[in-house]
């Protein structure tokens, strides 16, 4: 091991010195803010001039589209510019019910959110209560249609990765160098300047840029995920500029992100059991076993099997585990992944997999935008342990509870060990300014965002209500068709009423999950309103932005 822990010093260093000599040639990472750092200078964007939309989607909801302009770095506002794509779906109420703007966000860190403003189209939120507001989807700086957007390596998540839990030296070599190679493409890739520029604080600049440019004194939020934690440091840095925000999903912001990361792999652990037994209890349907423990214990026979033969030569254990960690994010698919699996175990067809794989991960120039813009903001938004042999020790002492994801999640954020480009210090989040009040929606069992992120938010928000999906594993699932969620969103958005606030560290009201589906039942199943088409585009958006972890 001595020789090992020489290899990875070894590799630490040369990223320090990849990371010095980036950093010294891009432009300084100022991130100044009211409470710790001063405040930025201040910038007034040019007027949006709307226009059709190129975005399909966007069309068929008669979708407005626009370019924001923004400084690349706030503290020169008068430097170099970026473009961030922009979209509106206007308000369909009277002008005399007309409330303002409504600025969603589906979560990431890197994920686009220009169809967002599809949250707007009727359907989607109950009533009549979203006519009355502009409904504004954007890509952050970085992201999407937002120019310059960041690309590093379109083919970095290929076929038949070196298999994730790192058990030989080999394999730790391995995988380090590659998370090395990510950073040093991210450093030479065109859109190499807007590394020092894509904190959280610096998409929060862009917010009330947006804001300026839209002509509103105040704004609405919609964040789902990461969105979540968005919105909240705007709130802390903009408290007298918040309306009415819904926060689904709420990141933890005493953890941000190596710690939250780890907080994942846990919460994983439980939702993939949960799954593990849905699939034991339909046996009738997947034939993997009567017990979540005996289809658990097939879950890692089969990625031993995979390692050792590729299912087509290219399904190794770590595709079949990405595959299989949407189950942990969401029921809405467990349908399809159980099936693919089940085809998969039982006949020997990987074609069910790898088109599920395929579509998570196309291997194209500029696929992989989500993820390299996922880790320019997590790596530099707080600091990254530099240090091999603690990430090693962190993950192997999480491991033992946490089998499925531990590894995964620990190499998905490797290249953040060698990042180049500074890291900054977090904003304390902090509500007690806000007097708007504001909505949290959590599941009991999200593991993405686990819930105590929500409590934990909840106490520093005193003006916030949660709703809690008792017992669900459903990550940021509102708007899902659940009408004991759906409908106090729907009220809050209407009249700003939320549901009375509870003592103590607990949720202020008790809704039922997202339900998980019944395969058996699917044939006789008519279209519910979480698969109606427009609740899809939605959750499409939010899934894809997901993909970052």
């Known amino acids: 091991m001595r020789r090992l822990a020489a290899i990875a010093a070894s590799i630490t260093v040369a990223a320090t010195g990849l990371a010095t000599i980036q950093t010294a040639n891009a432009a300084p990472a100022h991130h100044r803010h009211p409470g710790g750092h001063g405040k930025p200078a201040s910038y007034t964007p040019p007027p949006l001039t709307w226009g059709a939309c190129d975005n399909p989607t966007l069309q068929f909801v008669k979708a407005e589209c626009a370019t924001l302009v923004v400084p690349l770095d706030y503290a020169k506002p008068r430097g170099e510019k970026i473009t961030l794509a922009v979209s509106r779906v206007r308000h369909r109420s009277a002008e005399s019910d007309y ?18 403003s599809y949250l707007g189209y009727g359907p989607i939120v109950p009533g009549t209560a979203d006519d009355d507001y502009d409904w504004i989807g954007f890509d952050p700086r970085g992201v999407g249609a ?45 859109g190499a300047r807007l590394l020092p520029h894509v904190k959280t604080t610096d998409n929060v600049a862009d917010m009330e840029s947006l804001r300026k440019a839209l002509g509103q004194k105040q704004i609405n939020y919609y964040g789902f995920s990461y969105g979540t934690y968005l919105g909240q440091v705007y709130a802390t840095l903009h408290p007298n500029r918040v309306r009415r925000f819904v926060l689904d999903g709420n990141v933890d912001p005493g953890r941000v992100w190596y710690r939250s990361n780890l907080d994942q792999d846990v919460a994983f652990q439980k939702t993939i059991e949960v799954y593990f037994g849905w699939l034991a209890k339909h046996d009738d349907v997947y034939h993997l076993g009567t017990s979540a423990r005996a289809v658990e214990r097939g879950f890692y026979r089969e990625l031993r099997k995979l390692d050792r033969t590729p299912a087509g030569g290219v399904i190794g254990p770590d595709e079949l585990t990405d595959v299989m960690l949407s189950a942990g994010y969401y029921v809405y698919g467990w349908e399809e992944i159980g099936a693919a699996y089940a085809a998969l175990v039982n006949d020997g067809d990987v074609s069910g997999i790898k088109q599920m794989y395929d579509d998570a991960n196309p291997q194209t120039d500029g696929s992989d935008n989500g993820y390299a813009m996922y880790l320019a903001t997590v790596c530099t938004d707080a600091k990254w342990p530099r240090s091999w042999s603690k990430i090693r020790w962190d993950n192997w002492r999480t491991y033992p509870r946490a089998p499925f994801e531990t590894w995964g999640n620990a190499w998905f954020n490797g290249p953040c060990s060698f990042w180049p480009a500074k890291a900054g210090r977090p904003v304390h989040v902090d509500g007690r300014a806000v007097k708007s009040k504001i909505l949290l929606i959590s599941e009991t069992l999200d593991a993405a965002t686990p819930y105590s992120g929500s409590l934990e938010v909840r106490r520093r928000f005193p003006s916030a209500s949660l709703i809690e999906g008792v017992g669900g594993t459903t990550h940021a699932g509102s708007l899902s068709g659940v009408a004991c969620t759906d409908d106090t969103i729907a009220k809050y958005l209407e009249d700003g009423t939320v549901p009375a606030r509870k003592r103590g560290s607990r949720s202020d009201l008790q809704c039922p999950p997202v339900p998980q589906p019944d395969p058996s039942a699917a044939a006789k199943r008519s279209l519910a309103p979480s698969t109606s088409a427009g609740a899809q585009v939605i959750r499409k958006a939010i899934e894809a932005a997901s993909q970052a972890r």
């Open 99 to 116: 409330q303002g703007v409504v600025l969603a966000n589906p979560g990431g860190p890197g994920g686009s959110g220009l169809v967002m």
């Open 146 to 190: 937002s120019r310059p957007a960041l690309s590093c390596d379109g083919q970095y998540n290929g076929y038949d990765r070196p298999n994730y839990v790192p058990t030989t030296r080999r394999l730790e070599r391995t995988w380090l160098r590659r998370s090395l190679g990510y950073a040093a493409d991210c450093a030479r890739s065109e």
